[in-house]
């Protein structure tokens, strides 16, 4: 990878500090992940502001994420959080399903016992496109309408109603200035968190192609239908891929079609944070 992604949203130290100040006003905080990558995509400057309550992990895009990663992440990050959860948002069972993990979690429980007021209060942050949005929408229901400037709130938050005792402090999908190594940064582009028109995508193409092969090795080639694949070459390989998909030589199309291919799940399901002795370095 060579291009240097970084990202400098000018809002992102004010909200940080906003978020900071609202924390007593919930009881605990939602993060919300994207499965496939639910390391890279986790926010490192915002814990420290979160963490004062229970914080609670979203894996969403649960159905796109390679089962084995995911359990591995679990078994090795369950003790950093409150509860590790797992959700497909696109799917119609999500509240229920969200809400069962929810409730059987015994600090959930105890927070139940406890409340003093109707409904729990949850902070809710995630980086852009893990599926923040949809998961509100859905737990949110007909109650979207978004109460912002409610007193003691800012433009950053807002806070919305849903049907389960439960109301959330919405926050802006935030990206932090720099990313502690290109990996995090590529990952995430792929991921779709970073505006395609700031990314190279074939820089983004060759790194999934290359890291594919080595931890998938029969799924690009199948689903390109390519018998003879250049396998320990992803420049050959893209050039496969663009000719095999009828874009002649235009290498950006062919790159832009395989990261959408992975974003939408045509791939089957593929995490891009591997744990353990399953790791092959890309
Ligand atoms: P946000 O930027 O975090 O608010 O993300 P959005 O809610 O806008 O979702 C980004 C994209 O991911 C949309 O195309 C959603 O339909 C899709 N999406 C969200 N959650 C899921 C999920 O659990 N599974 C799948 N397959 N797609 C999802």
Redesign the pocket.
């Given at each position: 990878m060579t291009q240097q992604i970084q990202w400098f949203p000018g809002h992102m130290a004010k909200t940080i500090r906003e978020i900071g100040e609202q924390m007593k006003l919930v009881d605990f905080s939602l993060e919300?992940v994207d499965a496939r990558a639910p390391e890279s995509t986790q926010n490192p400057q915002i814990m420290d502001s979160i963490s004062v309550k229970p914080v609670f992990l979203i894996l969403?895009?649960?159905?796109?994420a390679d089962a084995r990663q995911v359990h591995k992440f679990v078994a090795a990050n369950k003790d950093k959080f409150a509860g590790i959860l797992t959700?497909?948002?696109?799917?119609g069972l999500l509240s229920k399903d969200f809400l069962r993990q929810l409730k059987t979690n015994p600090v959930y429980a105890k927070m139940v016992e406890n409340k003093k007021a109707a409904s729990l209060k949850a902070l809710v942050v995630?980086?852009?496109?893990?599926?923040?949005?949809?998961?509100i929408?859905h737990l949110a229901g007909k109650n979207i309408a978004r109460t912002a400037n409610t007193p003691g709130v800012t433009r950053f938050l807002y806070w919305i109603r849903t049907k389960y005792d439960l109301d959330f402090l919405d926050t802006p999908?935030l990206l932090w200035p720099k990313f502690e190594n290109q990996e995090i940064g590529t990952k995430i582009g792929i991921l779709?968190g970073i505006k395609d028109t700031l990314l190279a995508p074939d820089d983004l193409a060759l790194w999934l192609i290359s890291f594919i092969q080595k931890n998938y090795p029969t799924v690009i080639a199948t689903r390109y239908k390519i018998s003879h694949f250049p396998l320990d070459n992803p420049i050959a390989a893209l050039m496969s891929i663009t000719s095999q998909l009828g874009m002649r030589q235009d290498f950006e199309k062919a790159s832009l079609k395989i990261i959408n291919d992975f974003r939408?799940?045509k791939f089957g399901q593929i995490s891009l944070d591997f744990y353990g002795d399953d790791y092959i370095e890309n």
């Open positions: 919300i969403n895009k649960i159905d796109l959700t497909d948002a696109k799917m995630g980086t852009p496109n893990v599926g923040k949005s949809t998961f929408n999908g779709g939408s799940g």
